[in-house]
Structures are given as C-alpha cells and as structure tokens.
C-alpha cells in the first residue's frame, strides 16, 4: 500500500502562484504513476495532472499553460508548481498514485489517495 502526503496548499491572490508537494512512502514499483485531482464544494473530483513512469505528461485544458507537474523518483515526491492562479482553482487538492498510466486523468484508475490540501484562490 502506498501512502501519500500532501503539503504545500495555502491562501492566495488571484495571478499569484503556489508549489504543492506529494510525499510517497511504501512506494513500489507498480505505482510509478502519478497525478493531482481537486474538488471544489459541489463538485466532482476532477483530473488536474498526471504523470507517467516513463515521464509522459498531461493536463486539463484549465490548467495547460498555468501548472507544471514534475516528479524526483530518488526522493519519491511529486511536485505541482500553479502559476497564475485563478479563483476557479479554488479547491482541495488531492495526490493520487496508480499501476495503470494516470495521463487519462481517470478518477476510477487510482490505486491510493492522499488526504489533501486546501487551495484558495481569492480575487
């Protein structure tokens, strides 16, 4: 079982920018696949950004251009660095590992889950 910890979330101004981090442990070879979700109030758990064993990349059209997801295989974070922030981004923040490619942003791939953190974006 891989356990995941999320930090980094926190309050911010509109244009602003914020770097979350994902801290996996019990971390096997069969989870090298990575991606953040979020979820605002009244709404469903979205893809934000996955990664690939192999480095392979994707994004939300939301975010394209505005969020960078990264990974450092020696330490086993992730990282999600949010850049020109948006109050629609405004939301809990979630890590997920899975054995299957998480560049599809599928919810229903996902192995683990981390337990969050908050982002608020204000205007």
């Known amino acids: 079982q891989v356990q995941l910890v999320e930090s980094g979330g926190g309050s911010v101004q509109g244009g602003g920018s914020l770097r979350l981090s994902c801290a996996a442990s019990g971390y096997t070879a069969s989870m090298r696949n990575l991606a953040w979700f979020r979820q605002a109030p009244g709404k469903e758990r979205e893809g934000v950004a996955g990664i690939d064993w192999d480095g392979r990349t994707s994004y939300a059209d939301s975010v394209k251009g505005r969020f960078t997801i990264s990974k450092d295989n020696a330490k086993n974070n992730l990282y999600l660095q949010m850049n020109s922030l948006k109050p629609e981004d405004t939301a809990m923040y979630y890590c997920?590992?899975?054995?299957?490619?998480?560049?599809?942003?599928?919810?229903?791939?996902?192995?683990?889950w981390g337990r969050g953190t908050q982002v608020t974006v204000s205007s």
């Open positions: 997920a590992a899975s054995g299957r490619r998480m560049t599809a942003l599928g919810s229903a791939d996902v192995n683990s």
